[in-house]
């Protein structure tokens, strides 16, 4: 299984931006779907964006839109996440995820996904 390990979260105003990075480990990369999940305390891991093995499509929850977007640079064995105009109600523990797979469709359901990080806090005060 590949390794994930995120980074970039932080503590930001509402409104403002930050961009998580997720790089994994491993020679698999390039080959498996990615993912971004995030957990709220006391609520269960939500989708948040998606993207297919080479990048060609990518997918986002409907409370992200037109403000998240996910990418990824399969020579850096890297996926971000661009944040912007956040809201407070993206507080939340951010997940990577990934999946061996070349399907031209990216995944959203947390059991789609067979590899996690540990997560990066983002906190977003009002």
């Known amino acids: 299984q590949v390794q994930l390990v995120e980074s970039g979260g932080g503590l930001v105003q509402a409104g403002g931006s930050l961009r998580l990075s997720c790089a994994a480990s491993g020679r698999t990369f390039s080959s498996s779907a990615m993912g971004w999940f995030r957990q709220a305390p006391g609520k269960e891991r939500e989708f948040v964006a998606a993207?297919?093995?080479?990048?060609?499509?990518?997918g986002y929850a409907d409370s992200v839109k037109g403000r998240f977007t996910i990418s990824r640079d399969n020579a850096k064995n890297t996926v971000y996440l661009q944040m912007n105009s956040l809201k407070p109600e993206d507080t939340a523990v951010y997940y990577c995820?990934?999946?061996?797979?070349?399907?031209?469709?990216?995944?959203?359901?947390?059991?789609?996904?067979?590899?996690w990080g540990q997560g990066t806090q983002v906190t977003v005060s009002s």
């Open positions: 995820a990934a999946r061996r797979s070349y399907s031209s469709e990216p995944y959203s359901a947390v059991g789609d996904f067979g590899s």
């Open positions: 993207i297919t093995w080479n990048g060609r499509s990518t």
